[in-house]
């Protein structure tokens, strides 16, 4: 007998079809005497349809009421899924974030998970009971509902495998494993039947959205062990593993894409001590993230600063810069949506140089010009205009020898 968490996303419970289909799996492995606790997402769509209206009655709107807004989505599958449990004679069970509880910090719209006692959880599997626990939501420590960020059900999913010391956390989506890119943009991507956690944690935070970034983050921390797979078909999915666990390492695993980024330049800025830091830490305090920066030499002690950071954040960066804007000292503030940023990940570029020059020559030749650039051990990030995504990625899964054979569209979109 083993303990498994299994995690539906939005697409595989989209509607009551999909739903009873998430049912009978979950009672398939009940029925194989495993215990199982589930974790749903909202009806894909749903989310973000909640979103924009937040965003349509106030661009910056109150932070704690999204939350309250956003978080119903999940309210409804979980209660659906317990239904369609039922009637396949399995004894399922709705749990809100709050009744879990899934304790998170106070940072609404991004909240981190601090806590989750998984005594409840398990009493209950041991009384032959299947939880069906809402993703994406938690209580802060006021006791309003926060949540965890888009994707966040997938963090949800893999916090509650490490609470419950579950075997195994599967999540199943609408493709059948993570590939070497999107296969939706590069229909001759590969499937991976492993992939090192560190590899699939860079992925992910630079917009390879199979998984979402902390959960992976979670999972390499907590040692859970990820199995992405197709709700849709019964295929093996891929594993995250460590990395010893790989035995051929290419020099480039994946490559990812983001159109959630923005671009912000701050002309003529004060070229002086202490200005990056009067620039940045009034975002970081607004819980702006930024990611990647650039800096010119200026020649009259001005300096042009560029940097981008997630578009819903914009708004909110827009304002604190224009609060900020004595201080800083800048001349005008730009800010440019259509930029996208496509990245490169592998393990194998630690060890060899030379990597990211091909990644340059290959935009290059498709005249893609690159508007920043940004590296870590084993990842090259580039930001182009957001027309040439496609282009750009599909150009590098070929030059790093990733293509496999064409193969049909993935299911479930
Ligand atoms: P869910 O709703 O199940 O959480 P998501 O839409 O969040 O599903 O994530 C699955 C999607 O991730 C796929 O449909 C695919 O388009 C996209 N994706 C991006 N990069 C990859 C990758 N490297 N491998 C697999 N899927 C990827
Ligand atoms: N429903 C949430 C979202 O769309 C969480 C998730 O799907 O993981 O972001
Ligand atoms: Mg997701």
């Given amino acids: ?54 965003g349509e009655l106030a661009p910056l709107h109150d932070q704690a009421e999204y939350d309250t807004v956003v978080a119903t989505g999940e309210q409804v599958t979980i209660g659906l899924t317990a239904i369609a449990l039922q009637t396949q004679g399995v004894q399922g069970r709705s749990w809100l974030g709050w009744q879990v509880p899934i304790r998170t910090d106070a940072a609404h719209g991004k909240a981190r998970v601090e806590e989750i006692d998984g005594a409840a959880l398990i009493a209950a599997m041991a009384a032959g009971q299947v939880p069906v626990i809402a993703g994406f939501q938690g209580v802060g420590p006021d006791g309003r509902v926060t949540t965890l960020g888009r994707g966040g059900s997938d963090l949800s999913a893999v916090a509650i495998a490490a609470a419950v010391k579950a075997d195994r956390c599967d999540i199943y989506t609408d493709v059948d494993g993570i590939y070497t890119t999107d296969p939706r943009i590069v229909p001759r991507a590969k499937k991976l039947d492993r992939i090192a956690y560190e590899e699939m944690l860079e992925l992910a935070s630079v917009g390879a959205k199979v998984l979402q970034t902390r959960s992976v983050e979670l999972a390499m921390k907590a040692r859970v062990r990820i199995q992405v797979l197709s709700s849709f078909a019964d295929l093996p999915g891929s594993l995250v593993v460590d990395e010893d666990e790989i035995v051929e390492q290419p020099l480039v695993t994946g490559v990812a894409y983001s159109r959630d980024e923005a671009k912000v330049t701050l002309r003529r800025v004060p070229d002086q001590p202490g200005i990056a830091a009067r620039v940045f830490g009034p975002l970081a305090e607004a819980n702006v993230n930024v990611d990647m920066i650039v800096q010119n030499l200026g020649a009259d002690g001005t300096t042009d600063m560029t940097f981008t950071l997630g578009r819903a954040d914009l708004p909110r960066a827009r304002q604190v810069l224009e609060e900020n804007r004595p201080s800083i000292g800048y001349d005008s503030l730009l800010a440019d949506p259509a930029v996208a940023k496509i990245s490169i990940v592998g393990i194998g570029m630690r060890s ?35 027309e040439y995504t496609e282009l750009a990625v599909r150009a590098l899964h070929t030059a790093y020898g990733l293509d496999g054979p064409e193969a049909p569209p993935a299911e479930g979109k």
């Avoid at 009873?20 to 194989?32: G, L």
């Avoid at 060899?352 to 870590?376: C, D, E, P, Y």
């Fill in 1 to 54: 007998m083993a303990r498994i968490v299994m995690k539906f996303g939005g697409t595989s419970v989209a509607d009551l079809d999909r739903i009873r289909n998430v049912a009978a799996r979950v009672a398939r492995e009940v029925k194989a005497g495993h215990e199982v606790a589930v974790v749903v997402s909202a009806m894909s769509g749903v989310t973000n349809q909640l979103v924009k209206w937040c």
């Fill in 352 to 386: 060899h140089a030379g990597v990211a020059a091909t990644m340059f020559s290959t935009l290059a030749a498709k005249g893609i010009n690159i508007q920043v650039i940004s590296t870590s051990e084993i990842k090259t990030s580039v930001l182009v205009g957001a």
